[in-house]
């Protein structure tokens, strides 16, 4: 007759165990946190203090997934995400009241009265060329019109920084060149 082996897994730490442990993190980690936050974000106080909370309640949430060992690294992105959301947030609550897509603020534009004819054809000429560019291409671009930086429209679409700089680059070629035939076309 074989023998029946039961293996037992590994009892998951209990919540006292991890909010034990994710305390003494804090003590240790929470300067360093604030340091790196402070040296690659321009943002008022605030800002960093509430995306470090959210960095250490998400570290309570997920700490069986962190590495042991890689807490400030999976902190510093965390909390670097939540300053970039609250900061684009603050962005869109201050904005005027404007359509959210460049090309239809610019076709507005183009539309008013108080905007000379040939300024309006120019302006005309200009969209057709950007709604010619691939769609990755525009939203960069019109990304890149509303302020944001290569790292914020890197962390918006899902692309790394040099996937940015590349389809920003190509859509300004683009642009450019479309503009030099149309000049020597005249």
């Known amino acids: ?9 590994a009892a998951p730490q209990s919540t006292p165990d991890i909010r034990v442990r994710v305390a003494a993190l804090y003590a240790e980690l929470q300067p360093k946190l604030l340091r790196i936050l402070t040296a690659n974000l321009a943002a008022p106080a605030w800002v960093y203090d ?13 700490s069986a997934q962190v590495r042991p060992g890689g807490e400030l690294g999976w902190l510093t992105t965390t909390a670097t ?54 769609p990755r291409e525009q939203r960069a671009l019109m990304l890149q019109g509303f302020g944001y930086d290569y790292a914020e429209i890197a962390a918006v679409t899902g692309d790394s920084r040099r996937t940015v700089t590349r389809q920003l680059t190509r859509a300004r070629q683009r642009l450019a060149r479309a503009a030099a035939e149309k000049r020597e076309t005249r």
């Open 81 to 134: 995400h939540a300053a970039l959301r609250t900061l684009r947030h603050e962005r869109l609550e201050e904005a005027p009241e404007e359509p959210a897509d460049p090309i239809d603020l610019a076709e507005r534009r183009a539309l008013s009265p108080a905007t000379d004819p040939e300024q309006a054809l120019e302006l005309r000429d200009r969209l057709a060329e950007v709604h010619r560019l691939p």
């Open 50 to 62: 509430e995306a470090c909370q959210s960095a250490w309640g998400s570290l309570l949430l997920h």
């Open 1 to 9: 007759m074989a023998r029946q082996v039961t293996t037992r897994a």
